[in-house]
């Protein structure tokens, strides 16, 4: 089965800086898309950055300037390094990837477990 698997996450201080690493394996075929997700309690999961295979990316307005995602397809691998964390960046991070299959001709997405970042003095 496909598998993400995260991790880099934990506990900074206002100001420091993370970098989140997800790992894709299994039976794949294509991986077309991968990207970073946030939920803080009692809100909803929120795009955070997202990276198509020719490295075309799209930010949420709060994180653009401060994140940076990049992927290495080889590796089925997809990195966000965020920078001058805030407060409000609190949340579990999770990784998605729009993934094929082997044997299939379908592409679904696929979710991480989630990994904790906290941003506290």
């Known amino acids: 089965q496909v598998q993400l698997v995260e991790s880099g996450g934990g506990l900074v201080q206002p100001g420091g800086s993370l970098r989140l690493s997800c790992v894709a394996s299994?039976?794949?075929?294509?991986?077309?898309?991968m990207g970073w997700y946030r939920q803080a309690p009692g809100q909803e999961r929120d795009l955070v950055a997202r990276?198509?295979?020719?490295?075309?990316?799209n930010y949420s307005d709060s994180v653009k300037g401060r994140f940076t995602i990049s992927r290495d397809n080889a590796k089925n691998t997809v990195y966000l390094q965020m920078n001058s964390l805030k407060p409000e960046d609190t949340a579990v991070y999770y990784c998605?990837?729009?993934?094929?299959?082997?044997?299939?001709?379908?592409?679904?997405?696929?979710w991480g477990q989630g990994t904790q970042v906290t941003v506290s003095s």
């Open positions: 299994g039976r794949i075929f294509n991986i077309a898309s």
């Open positions: 998605n990837a729009d993934i094929r299959p082997l044997y299939d001709t379908i592409v679904r997405p696929y």
């Open positions: 990276i198509t295979r020719n490295d075309s990316t």
